[in-house]
Every structure is written in C-alpha cells, then in structure tokens.
C-alpha cells in the first residue's frame, strides 16, 4: 500500500516554500519581536493556514523583550579609528556619555578563554560561533566581571562581500525570567562589529600592551504581547495525540533563512498535508514561534508553561523547522533526541539515498520541550566542514543575522530537500501505529557515562546502584523493541499499541531531563549552558566534589547537593523501571485475554 508520504511527496512543492517566505521578506521585513511586522507575519500566516481549511488563531503572550537603539565604537589607544557597529539586544546599556574601557581578545569567549586573564571591569573580544553561543559567551563574561563585550561577526578573511555586522542578543536567561532568573540576566554592555574590524581589534590586542575603546550602546528592557500563529489539523484515528511541527518567526530584517525560509516551509507542509487529512491518523499542530531571537525562545517556552498538561499526555514529539533552504549547503545533517536517532537516519536514506550523520541533539534554538521530555527532530540541508573552517564558524551562512540575508541565499534544489525530509518524518510520527522511539542508544550512552563519572567521582557518592539498574532498564528496552516490532501491522487504535506508545512518551518524559539537564521538567537552564554539555550534567557534579578538600566549607556545602542530583537521577530510572514492568504486565495480560 502506498505509503503517505509517497503519495503527498509529488505535491510538495519548493517553489510555494519559497514564494512564501519571499512574501514575509517583502511584506514584513523586519520581523523582529515587538516591531510591528511581527504581527503583521502572524496575522498573514493565520490567514493561509485558515485558507487550506485548518483552524487557526494567532496566539498572544507576554514576553521579557528588548529593542535596539544605537551603538558607536571608538578605538583611542594605540591609535584612534571609528567603526562601524550595532547595540545587541538585552544589554545594560552605557551612560549617555559612553564609556571609556580597556580591550583584551577572548578568542571563542568560552571558560577556558578567561584562564590567566585579568578581565574584572574590561571590555572583551570575541568571536560569533556557537562554542559557545553568543548568550552563553554573555553569561559567562558576566560571571567572569567583564563590563562590556564585543561580538565581532563570522566569515571569510579579506572578503569584503561577507563582510557584514551580525545582529545578536546577549539575554542567557532561556525564556521570561523568574525572581530568580532575573538576576542572571548579564549585565553588561554588548556591541556587534564585522569580521573585518574585529580582525583589525584581534591584530591590535596581540600586538600591543593596552587597547582602549570608547563606547556608547543603548538598547530598551522591557514587556511585550506578541504575536504567533498557530493552527490544527485534527487526525483521523486518533486526534488527541499530536506532533509539533515548529519553527520561529522573528527574524532579524530581512531574515530570509532565519527564517523565512523556514516558515515558509512549515506554510507549504500545512497546505499540502490538509489536502490529504481525512487519510492523516494523529494530529498536527502547526506554530511559527515569537521571541525566539532576543527573547531566547520566549514563544516556545511560553506555550509549555500555558499548555503543560496538554503537551504531558499528547503531544508525541516535534519537528523544528529552521534555516532551510539555504545557498551553499551540500548535505543533510540532523539532530534528533536519542530514542529517534535511528528513526531519522534510516528516514533520511530513504528519502535522500545519501547516509546522514545524524547528531544527538543538544539543547538550542527552540528546543524548549528537550527538557520536558517530548522528543525532537532538526535538520536541514547544511555546510561542509571546509565551508565553516574557511568562514570562521558560518554553519548557517556568513549572512546569518545580517542584512544580507535576502532571498538570494536561498536554494530552490536544497528547499525541496528538506520539504521531502519533513515531511516524511512528519507522515511516519502521525500515521505509523507504534511511535518510533527507541531507548537502546540513550541506555547505551548513559551506561557509557556512568562508568566514566564513577572511575573520576567522589567515593562518598554511591553510583553503582545507579549503573545497575541502567542495566536493568536495557534489558527492558529489548523486551519493549520486540513488543513494537510485533505492534508494527496492528491498527492504530489496539490496545498494546496504545499501551507500549504510552509507555514510550513515560520513558521520555522521565528520563531525559535527568540525563542531559541540570534543573528539573518544570524550569529551563540558560541557553547553552555550558556545564550542561557535560557527561550527564547532574552526576557529574559529583566529579566536580572530588577536586575540593573534603575539610573545607564549600566541599560540605556541594555534598548535600551533589547527594539530591544523585538522587534525582536514581529516582529517574527506578521510576523508569517501574513504568516498563507496569505497562509491559498490561501488555502480556493483553495477550492472555485474546487467547
């Protein structure tokens, strides 16, 4: 039988994507949250979905925003130039007069960048790349003392049509702060420059003893409503279960791949799939967030805190929908939470023919709903390793965030590329019976970590117990693997399908905030927060413990933190375990009762 991607993939087309989204860059060019255009997209892509007969509605939030206002940059010493420069977004901003402050280089602004350096009530270098992301390097200037940061922009040396100032936002708060994340937001002056002059500024840091800059940066604080829209294809069988196909709408003037092109994108899926929703078993919901680019994924995180309940029982999992269809990209390349990994790269062979290397995703972009356990897929059609080497770092173009990103960045051929992916991952999540989760890899890794995090970990923190019943639940995802490859022909609707489906969503929901977070399901960590890039981020604080002396006042005091992570992860996995001997019982007695 025809499958439903098969039968929809000859409507998809590229060309609808792309007058979509050069429609948004046109119309609404500066999209940014709290300008205008914003409302005038939402407004504009409600209309469209409501045409191909889905409901729609533009949904409402307030979010913690900021808007630029200006920016100079003067060097004084060792020599005097004026360059050209942009104010990011959430900064303190300088008093009227500017301010006048000592330069050092930072390289990539990373923790390791600051050792040796004196930089408590100095300005900072550093170079746009995401290691770390520019909000991380802004926190952790903050923490270090830094007054003020500089963000000199990717691309190519000496080539001056790249040579562009790259908008940013400097708030590492992941979206509307609370008492407590208010105060994390950095307070620090931040400018944009372009990859010329911040090679001029690298140049006369190393060569000189002292480097002074003047600088003047205002940007506004402050809340806003904004827009997004919203719509709902409502399946067949079983409509109370839905996939997110999502992406952000905010975008820097004129941002025609972040992210026009994206929503357009997301536009030209809704408007073929509602042809065919009578044939389409789960729902779907559509959004085009706000406050993604300033606000640090405000939209998203808003619509988990206002729909937790709706999302904990239904929701199935997301497809982020970013950047696509960009000039120079040559292969597709992935993210995905680990129990789809497979999923997605055996899907991405069949539609491409061509082997994906498909990543284990890291908290970013949108990915709001990582923590919360509702699995995600983002991919697109991407850059070369030697097309980022020679850019310094442009994986999503050297025009990203500039003024150049117009439509001319934007590849028809690539656009359908990764139509063609999305929507096969979107038809096999909302038609195939059994969901395609898998727990085989995450186990493995967690097993892996595990043994590493003891070999270096405090002796005082037991984790082998931990290890074992890691073991034990691997040993339950083969007995959960055989029952979905024996549910893979049942209807929709059976009993064990909707048991072992259920029991999968359970397993994501309880496991992933413990293994790859550093707070709980209900709170967000900064963006890029770096210590959560590390080896199961709550357990290995306890590896942090080992390198304090253990008669010292901060010892004691991270020991009893280092107890509750452990007993946070712990409490995951034996509820885990309880989860598959649960629902695999009510498996079995299923087969009983049909002999």
């Known amino acids: 039988m025809e499958s439903l991607f098969d039968k929809i993939r000859p409507e998809l ?27 005038k997209a939402a407004e504009w892509i409600s209309e469209r979905f409501k045409e191909f007969g889905l409901e729609s509605d533009v949904l409402y939030f ?31 901003s300088t008093p009227p007069e500017g301010m006048d402050i000592e330069l050092l280089y930072l390289g990539a602004g990373d923790y390791s960048d600051y050792k040796g350096k004196d930089v408590r009530g100095k300005a900072v270098l550093v170079e ?24 000199a922009n990717w691309g190519e040396d000496g080539n001056k049509e790249q040579d562009y100032i790259c908008n940013r936002g400097l708030k590492s708060v992941w979206g509307n702060p609370t008492p407590a994340g208010f105060k994390d937001i950095p307070q620090i002056v931040g400018i944009s420059i372009s990859h010329s002059n911040g090679a001029y500024l690298k140049g006369l840091c190393r060569k000189n003893e002292r480097v002074l800059v003047h600088i003047k940066a205002e940007a ?80 998203s995180t808003w619509f988990i805190d206002h729909h937790w ?28 939470s680990r129990e789809v990994m497979d999923f997605v790269r055996n899907l991405s062979k069949r539609v491409l023919n061509e082997n994906t290397n498909v990543q284990p995703l890291k908290k970013y972009g949108d990915q709001s709903f990582f923590g919360i356990g509702i699995n995600s897929v983002v991919g697109r059609m991407g850059m070369t390793n030697e097309y980022i080497e020679r850019t310094h770092g442009a994986n999503i173009g050297w025009w990203n965030h500039t003024i150049e990103d117009t439509m001319d960045k934007v590849d028809r051929v690539n656009l359908k590329k ?65 029952v979905r490859e024996g549910c893979a022909c049942r209807p929709i609707h059976d009993k064990q399908v909707r048991l072992i489906n259920a029991l999968s969503m359970k397993l994501s929901r309880t496991l992933t905030w413990a ?10 960590s900064p963006y890029a927060y770096t210590p959560e890039a590390r080896p199961i981020p709550l357990l290995y604080t306890a590896v942090d413990l080992a390198k304090l002396a253990t008669d010292g006042l901060e ?6 933190s280092v107890i509750r992570n452990r007993n946070r992860v712990s409490n995951a996995v034996i509820n885990a375990l309880e989860y598959c001997d649960l629902y695999l019982a009510l498996i079995e007695g299923c087969n009983s009762a049909m002999v």
């Open 13 to 39: 087309s590229a060309d609808k994507a792309y007058d979509y989204a050069d429609w948004l860059t046109k119309n609404a060019p500066c999209r940014i949250a709290g300008m205008g255009d914003d409302r």
């Open 555 to 560: 010892y004691k005091l991270k020991y009893t």
């Open 309 to 336: 309940d709706d999302l904990e029982r239904n929701c199935i999992g997301g497809i982020n929908i970013d950047s696509t269809g960009m000039l120079d990209a040559v292969h597709y390349e992935c993210g995905s």
């Open 128 to 151: 746009v790349s995401f290691s770390p992301a520019t909000p991380e390097k802004a926190r952790i200037a903050a923490e270090m003392g830094v007054s003020a940061i500089i963000c």
């Open 220 to 299: 506004t604080r402050g809340w806003d409503m904004l827009p997004m829209p919203i719509a709902y294809l409502r399946g067949s069988e079983e409509p109370e279960k839905y996939l997110l196909v999502n992406g952000h709408m905010d975008a820097w003037e004129p941002g025609a791949t972040c992210n026009a092109t994206g929503n357009g994108t997301i536009i030209a899926l809704a408007e073929t799939l509602a042809r065919h929703k009578a044939q389409i078993k789960r729902s779907i919901y559509f959004v085009c967030w706000n406050g993604h680019e300033i606000a640090e994924s405000s939209g």
């Open 62 to 92: 307030e979010s913690y925003n900021s808007k630029p206002v200006y920016s100079e940059l003067k060097i004084l010493v060792p020599e005097t130039i004026v360059m050209d420069s942009l104010p990011c977004c959430h900064i303190a």
């Open 515 to 524: 293994f790859y977070t550093l707070c709980d399901r209900f709170e967000q």
């Open 418 to 482: 990764d139509l063609d992916i999305a929507a096969a991952i979107i038809c096999d999540y909302v038609n195939n019976p059994v969901l395609p989760y898998d727990f085989t890899i995450m186990c493995q890794d967690v097993e892996r970590k595990i043994e590493d995090i003891i070999r270096e970990a405090d002796k005082k923190i037991e984790l082998h117990s931990v290890l074992e019943n890691i073991r034990k639940l691997q040993a339950h995802v083969a007995r959960i693997n055989r």
